[in-house]
């Protein structure tokens, strides 16, 4: 896709990366930029860039019938609306997921909110559901627009999928990169916002300073990537560099650059073409840290400190990845059930009919 809309602004115009060329559009990422994170306002911006090419619509001329027409576009994988009552073969047979399409309604119900505060537009054109029979009894409680599973199940690496990964790794930045997110849990940005004033070597620890929502903790680490951190620093990170940011480009021309997003997604995908490995991401990297860490026994309250997690719902997803935990958990129950139920009965007789089962306490009688 163009960084340019060419629905919204005249192909002779130059627009700045950061900006879409509609002052509607460039007025409401002003507006995120002042409350949200930079990769927030990153994420809106391209979302905005989609909704509109797909529409091909003014700001002001967007109605609900074009929304609904944008969720059957995104799940076709057609990159425009559909024509009424033609139905359009999809050109992509994946298309989009159903989380993403409501990530993007969401961005587009923002802007439209923000729009109609304003007084730019009269109203909202992004429903906030379908209507069922009780919408007149309980106005608001309609069907959403898009249904999508609350939470799924992250992918991990194995053990040997990890030190694949690692022996793969060709610098020191590269293997401590991987080590700060596989052995301390530190998320993708985490890791590039690392200054080299975060780094407390002496206590095994580094400082987050620009957390995910803007929080900062402090995150322990094993010692093995203070260990690749150490040999980056006084063999491969330029000494002449004008940044304190602690991983740098190692190769021209941006040679003592910060690293970038771009940068550390190349430097996994090429170790994971070496490494023969179907994924492994930095998200994956940072699910298979505390994952091993619950594995472990670490409280998950700990874990959610690791994990720099608002919320402790967020890191209960990792009691059903470590495969230890529901297991011993249930053999834990079902022991103390079968000792209520057969107590008594002699070894290899098979068990009571139900009427001379004892109740077991906070157990209802299945009919």
Request: hydrophobic letters at 40%; one cysteine or more; glycine letters at 8%.
């Given at each position: ?60 001329a967007v109605s609900a019938a074009d929304v609904l027409g944008f969720i059957t576009a995104q799940r076709t994988g057609a990159r425009c609306l559909p024509e009424p009552g033609v139905r359009a073969a999809p050109t992509d047979p994946v298309g989009v997921c159903s989380r993403t399409i ?266």
């Open positions: 896709m163009s960084s340019v809309l060419p629905c919204l602004i005249p192909p002779a115009e130059v627009v700045a990366p950061d900006r879409l060329g509609e002052p509607l559009l460039d007025d409401y990422l002003d507006f995120l930029a002042v409350r949200c994170r930079p990769n927030s306002v990153m994420a809106a911006r391209f979302d905005l860039k989609v909704f509109f090419e797909v529409v091909a619509k003014p700001v002001a409501r990530r993007r309604l969401s961005t587009v119900s923002g802007l439209y909110a923000f729009l109609a505060v304003r007084g730019d537009v009269p109203t909202n054109p992004v429903p906030r559901g379908l209507p069922t029979r009780r919408e007149q009894g309980r106005p608001g409680q309609g069907v959403p627009l898009v249904r999508a599973p609350r939470r799924t199940l992250p992918r991990i690496l194995t053990p040997a999928e990890v030190d694949a990964l690692t022996g793969a790794l060709r610098t020191h930045r590269d293997r401590a990169m991987v080590a700060a997110m596989v052995l301390g849990g530190l998320r993708r940005c985490e890791v590039l916002g690392l200054r080299l004033g975060d780094v407390n070597a002496g206590e095994r620890r580094v400082f987050i300073n620009e957390g995910k929502g803007g929080s900062q903790r402090l995150v322990p680490i094993s010692p093995r990537f203070f260990e690749h951190l150490a040999a980056y620093l006084d063999q491969e990170r330029p000494a002449d560099a004008d940044t304190d940011a602690l991983f740098l480009v190692l190769k021209r021309p941006r040679r003592g650059q910060p690293l970038t997003a771009y940068g550390i997604d190349q430097v996994m995908d090429d170790a994971r073409a070496r490494a023969g490995l179907a994924h492994a991401s930095c998200h994956e990297l940072r699910h298979t840290c505390l994952t091993r860490l619950r594995e472990a026994g670490m409280p998950l309250e700990a874990v959610q400190a690791q994990a720099g997690h608002a919320s402790i719902e967020s890191t209960r997803i990792y009691l059903h990845l470590a495969d230890d935990w529901l297991a011993s958990q249930y053999r834990r129950a079902a022991e103390v059930i079968d000792a209520q139920v057969f107590a008594g009965a002699p070894t290899g007789s098979p068990p009571p009919p139900p009427t001379q089962r004892a109740p077991i306490p906070g157990f209802r009688r299945l009919r």
